[in-house]
């Protein structure tokens, strides 16, 4: 999140989405462990994450549309050919809010019970 907001000060707006979609990743992967006792799988992909951790059907809308919004963000931000549109499209404003809803996300997955705890 850190590195999400210095990069949204300097106008590097491609990396503010990257690094939001990494810290809403990490954050499930940390669920993935705890909630599933496994290594969380070698995936990118937020929505497949969410599903298997159990909270997906919990997520508020304005969140899930948040997650459908970084889900393109990690790979498409790594390959020169889809970085340039990717980079015309995003602007400081919609980055201040990619960077203000990921970290409410980020505080969601948090504080959110597991499956297991809230089943107890």
Same mark, same amino acid.
């Given at each position: $999140?850190?590195?999400?907001?210095a990069?949204?000060?300097? !106008?590097?707006?491609?990396?503010? !989405?990257? $690094? @939001? %979609?990494?810290?809403?990743? =990490? &954050? ?8 599933? +006792?496994?290594?969380?799988? =070698?995936? %990118?992909?937020?929505?497949y994450?969410?599903? =298997? @951790? +159990? ?6 809308? %304005?969140?899930? #549309? ?8 990690? /790979?498409?931000?790594?390959?020169? #050919?889809?970085?340039? &549109? ?5 602007? &400081?404003?919609? @980055? ?12 969601? /997955? =948090?504080?959110?019970?597991?499956? &297991?705890?809230?089943?107890?």
């Amino acid at each position: $999140m850190d590195t999400a907001r210095a990069v949204l000060e300097k !106008g590097r707006y491609l990396y503010v !989405g990257f $690094m @939001c %979609h990494q810290t809403v990743e =990490k &954050a499930l992967k940390a669920v993935w462990q705890q909630v599933l +006792g496994t290594v969380p799988p =070698k995936t %990118h992909s937020l929505l497949y994450l969410l599903e =298997k @951790c +159990g909270l997906s059907l919990q997520l508020p809308e %304005h969140l899930s #549309e948040l997650v459908d919004e970084l889900e393109p963000l990690n /790979i498409q931000a790594r390959y020169p #050919e889809y970085r340039e &549109a990717l980079a015309r499209q995003l602007r &400081a404003e919609s @980055c201040a809010r990619i960077l203000s809803q990921t970290t409410e996300i980020f505080t969601w /997955i =948090k504080t959110r019970p597991s499956p &297991a705890q809230s089943s107890t």
